[in-house]
């Protein structure tokens, strides 16, 4: 049988990066009983996949929880506990096997009786690695106090080899990609704080909706083909926005007529019934993110990146305008803005340098607070 | 004691297989169920037949290399123990056993 799958779950975090020198005082790291007869149950998993074979899920999560366990439950293994956690996780995943559903045919199989309680246990360490990492991420001043607040789940005590638990977090998080790392930041200050104003997002229709997408309109005339109704989450559909039926039979998605599709219609949005919907889509995008969606395979050449230059080009405008009235501005649009002070203050680096900060609102310690 | 196995054969990865039926005669309730498998190995080759081809290596329950499926269930009946420490006491005169890979 073939079980280099588990072998390449192992090469991933199932070991102690610690220096081996002569075995220490016996006595010096006490480990209770319980826990050490614990790790010794995990560790007794000989990897021979009967957990795998026996799932119907085909998961090979009591193999790599009895791993986690083992090493998780050990003074020694606490440092990489979480990175351990969450790159072992990451490798059974992309070996393709199923997710745990708790079935228990696994530890049924096990010639070594290893118990699904180590299941729960490696969700438990994956969960508290994911959540600090994110916390981390989305808040670079908040890991030092994270090591000393200890606030973590904690089951036994185990002598001085929590202590180094604070560390587990230093240098990650390096599994969780950069993509989910900045769904997740956006989605979080779209949670937090409002939204962040100005910014104009594109996306097919094809592509799933998430909270940070904030308003989400379709831009096309034609409905997105195989798409439902519901499953496109759109707050509106502005079908007037789309270009003419006869422009886009000219356009016919030719790259090289690109330049003058996008001059043309350039010209359709400034008339109406267009114009009045960019009006809408600019004092839409003033209080949030807004997402114009569009059905076209190309995600360069098509009228929704035309939309968009055309908000955004309103919205530097009215930006430039901005500096002279921002005194007297300030409690207009405060008023105006459903968002919360702190949300536009956090976003206001994004606007970059052009406008003078108004009451030193920005400072980097208020900016934070405000994210956190 | 004498038992049926119906064993799954494949001539290679790629090549088609069926469950072909062996009698296995004279086991005693001593044996592991891989040595059961050798002793019908040995009468197969004395025959000139293709041996039954089966991974095992340490035999003591800690390498887990003998992940064979005995009725349908990984290591077979015994919870708690690997295919090499299944042994023969777990079945009776008669019985008969399908084992797959």
Redesign the interface.
Known sequence: ?D?SAFDRIIAAGGFITAPTGSAPEASSILVPKTRAERAMDAAAC?????CV??CPNGSASLFTAAKITHLGMRPQGQPERGRRALAMVAQMDREGFGGCTFHGECQ??????ISIDDIVRMNGDYLHALWASRREVSDPGGAQEEMTSGARPSDEPCGPGDAAQGTMMEGEPTMIDTRQRTVRRSARAAHVGGKPTGAVRLKRAYNAPEAADGYRVLVDRLWPRGVRKDALMIDAWMKEIGPSDELRRWFGHDASRWDEFASRYRDELGRPPAAGLVDELVARAKRGAITLVYGAKDEVHNQAVVVRSVIEQRLRRARARAPRRASHEGAASSARSRAPAAARAAASPSRGGKRPRVGGRASPSRQRSSES | MNLSLYVWRQPGPTAGGSIVRYGASDVVPEMSFLEVLDVMNERLIERGEEPIAF?SDCRE???????L?IDG???GPW????VC?LHMRAYRDGDVIHVE?
């Not at chain 1, 049924?108 to 009786?113: G, L, Q, S, T």
């Open positions: 049988m079980r000989i990897a021979c996949g009967a074979v026996a049924e199989a096990c010639p070594k009786v | 991974e329950g800690i390498c887990g290399s003998c992940g499926m269930v990984a290591h919870r708690g123990a690997a420490q890979p």
